[in-house]
């Protein structure tokens, strides 16, 4: 395990609205408020033909291939993420949501294109005073956090 500290800094509540792809606008939104770390609770709708990635298509291996998944309707999500900068300063998101709808859920990553449907809530918590930043791994292809 690796571990530091860090102090809750301002907190925002945002409204993502019909068509939004979730982590562009909420990476855009960090540059413009010079947030560079935050924890993030999320919930609303996602649309029709949203991605998400579903996990690795192999457990242990070498080589990762990640599986995607595409949402066949307009789904109810729950979520929660981060915030922290990569290597060149740049606030990276990694969210994951719970989507269902009916007696079905899928849960995945978001990072491939999750599409508000008219509204998504979201809670940005900021981090401050932490030098976590997140540091690519040639081994696993993930940039990785580094508290």
């Known amino acids: 395990m690796k571990y530091s500290q860090a102090k809750q800094g301002r907190i925002y509540i945002i409204r993502l609205e ?46 990762i291939t990640p599986m995607e998944h595409i949402l066949n309707n307009v789904n109810e999500i729950v979520g929660t993420g981060t915030i922290f900068p990569n290597e060149k300063g740049e606030p990276k998101l990694h969210m994951h949501i719970a989507c269902g709808r009916e007696d079905s859920t899928v849960t995945g990553c978001i990072r491939n294109g999750v599409r508000t449907w008219h509204i998504l809530e979201v809670i940005l918590f900021e981090l401050i005073d932490t030098r976590a930043v997140r540091v690519f791994d040639p081994i696993t292809g993930f940039e990785l956090l580094n508290p």
Do not use: W
């Open 18 to 63: 019909d068509g939004d792809i979730i982590h562009k606008e909420i990476e855009k939104f960090a540059n413009e408020k010079a947030i560079k770390a935050a924890a993030l609770t999320i919930i609303g709708g996602a649309d029709k033909d949203s991605k998400l990635i579903v996990g690795p298509e192999h457990g242990r291996t070498e080589s």
